[in-house]
């Protein structure tokens, strides 16, 4: 398995781009490494996809320049870019065979038949089609399909690979094998990808890098533990992942009052303190205890929702109308014995606290 080296491979430098009055991207520089996966995320609209399709050169950027390798690529046509590129629509040949389909691009480089009948038969393989060569689009499933554009992406073997929300046409289990078997792909092959997505969980669970997005710019470019754990804006923190949001004021450095009680909280945060804030913390790191056993504040339980694996729980905080979501575990829940109307005791972490300006 080839590892991610430390030299930047792609890097993006002053990339705009308007649409008439509207400005799609707004100065994003963002250098990748060598063999990195790294994942667009944001919601619709937050220019993602036009990003990557500059990369591609499908569009053409009004500023800033675009280097892959050590070329200066910003002008250059699609034709003439390093790239293999997967669609959400498969975009398949429904007349050419998977084995036709696949070679498609390998028209043109000066190969044999033998070379380029070895080379997708190797592509078969990786991507576990090895006996659907002779098969059209039409005979094969969602998931088939995209394994055989994403076999098309690679047989020129590309520098780069491209994948604009390739999973998002799928049911969810097929989308969790595939997730996997993507990543693994990446992984043996060493290739530089790039995949766009609103799905936080595609992104955490595949990505080296994260980029979250919102309106055309970058909000946070980090590991999925970094995002997630460390979110340096209230769009992060809410966006990825299930964040609670709880207002209080800074009295201390690490002390605030939320709903008129005092919480410990880190004192790095560059907050001032009489400030208004507001406390993020997730629902699996908030603790719930019977009342009195020591417990920062009380709240009422208003609902208890079965998620399968976690119980999440809703509570209203004890003179407050804020409410708090708490994720448990079943046997956690059985053992506290929740029920809407109970009152419990209610710990906020320290540690997991994380504070943002009002």
Known sequence: ????????????????????????????????????????????????????????????????????????????????????????????????????????????????????????????????????GHKYPAQLSGGQQQR???????????????????????????????????????????????????????????????????????????????VYLSPTSPFVADFVGVMNFLPGTLVKPDELLLAGRPVCCPAEHGLETDSSVNLAIRPEEVELVPVGHDAMLSAELESVEFQGGLVRSRLRLEGSEDRVMVDLSSRQQSTLNLQPGTWMGVKLPSQHIRLFAA
């Not at 030299?7 to 250098?31: E, H, M, T, W």
């Open 1 to 132: 398995m080839k590892m991610i080296q430390t030299r930047n491979y792609l890097r993006l430098s002053g990339i705009r781009k308007c649409f008439d009055q509207f400005v799609a991207l707004d100065q994003i520089d963002l250098s990748i490494r060598e063999g990195e996966f790294v994942c667009f995320l944001g919601p619709s609209g937050c220019g993602k996809t036009t990003l990557l399709r500059i990369i591609a050169g499908l569009e053409q950027q009004d500023a800033g320049e675009i280097w892959q390798a050590g070329c200066n690529i910003s002008q250059l046509p699609p034709e003439q870019r390093d790239f293999g590129i997967v669609f959400q629509s498969y975009a398949l040949f429904p007349n050419l065979s998977v084995t036709k389909n696949i070679a498609y691009g390998l028209q043109g480089k000066k190969l044999t038949r033998s070379q380029i009948q070895s080379r997708v038969e190797g592509l078969l393989e990786t991507v576990g089609l090895p006996d659907a």
């Open 148 to 226: 055989v554009a994403l076999a098309r992406a690679l047989a020129t073997e590309p520098g780069l690979l491209l994948l604009d929300e390739p999973l998002s046409a799928l049911d969810a289990r097929v989308r969790a094998s595939l997730r996997e078997e993507i990543k693994r792909m990446q992984r043996e092959l060493g290739i530089t990808t790039i995949m766009v997505t609103h799905d936080q969980e595609e992104a955490l669970s595949m990505a080296d890098r994260v980029v979250v997005m919102n309106q055309g710019g970058i909000e946070q470019v980090g590991t999925p533990n970094d």
